[in-house]
């Protein structure tokens, strides 16, 4: 009950699954936690998870070298959705994070949706989703849109409602990142088709899907990724619709 509390979680849903963050001074240290309920029979199972973004917010400090470069060229292109993939405890958000940080260098307008917000930024706009509110991704977007930003962060994609919203976003000419739960990119490519679309408009919109894995290095971890460039995704979307046909 304290850790829901000190989470800003609802104390009366002690029959719903929430998530939240939470901030604890340990060892004269600020850490930031990603805080998930799961209702059980007599109790509630509490999972927190460590959100890293603080260590550090270089983009160059977490990817291999010989990575680097490439995923930057990539994300050049003013339009187009790029989707960052992978296990849970891969990095997905931290990559996302130190990916905003350095767009928003480049004195690029940000706004982002997210269930709930993991760090707190300077510089671009955070908007929480808030059901009770009426404030769900599919109202957020439209009014994001309406604030005309260069980039559009979507927190994670995790049902239908977050991929067509994810993919409107980008159909309207912004460059739009968005995380999702897969083990590779091809796998997340197949995601996206069973949550309702279509072939036609992932090779529209999808830029880059990254798939990645956290390596030890040395005393630290490193992201490893490997990815599909726009002309690998329009290879599988046709093979893709010749089966479907």
């Not at 927190?48 to 680097?68: A, G, M, P, Q, W």
């Not at 808030?130 to 994609?157: M, S, W």
């Not at 159909?171 to 072939?199: D, F, Q």
């Amino acid at each position: 009950m304290f850790i829901k509390y000190k989470s800003n979680m609802n104390l009366n849903l002690s029959k719903s699954p929430q998530s939240n963050t939470l901030s604890l001074i340990i060892e004269k240290r600020n850490l930031h936690f990603r805080v998930s309920t799961l209702p059980s029979y007599d109790s509630n199972s509490i999972v927190l998870r460590i959100n890293h973004y603080h260590f550090t917010k270089k983009v160059s400090d977490l990817l291999l070298n010989k990575e680097k470069e490439k995923l930057f060229s990539l994300l050049e292109s003013e339009i187009g959705l790029v989707l960052i993939t992978g296990p849970t405890c891969s990095g997905k958000t931290t990559l996302s994070y130190c990916l905003l940080q350095q767009l928003k260098n480049e004195n690029l307008a940000i706004v982002s949706i997210e269930d709930p917000i993991e760090y707190f930024e300077t510089g671009f706009v955070q908007l929480q989703v808030n059901e009770q509110a009426g404030v769900n991704y599919e109202t957020g977007v439209k009014e994001i849109l309406r604030h005309d930003p260069d980039v559009i962060f979507i927190g994670e994609i995790r049902d239908k409602y977050t991929a067509r919203c994810a993919i409107r976003a980008s159909l309207t000419g912004h460059r739009v990142i968005t995380t999702m739960h897969a083990t590779s990119p091809i796998k997340a490519i197949y995601r996206l088709i069973e949550l309702g679309i279509s072939p036609f408009e992932i090779e529209q919109t999808l830029l880059l899907v990254t798939n990645q894995r956290l390596v030890q290095i040395e005393k630290s971890k490193k992201i490893t990724l490997e990815y599909l460039t726009d002309k690998q995704i329009k290879a599988i979307i046709t093979n893709i619709s010749r089966v479907i046909e």
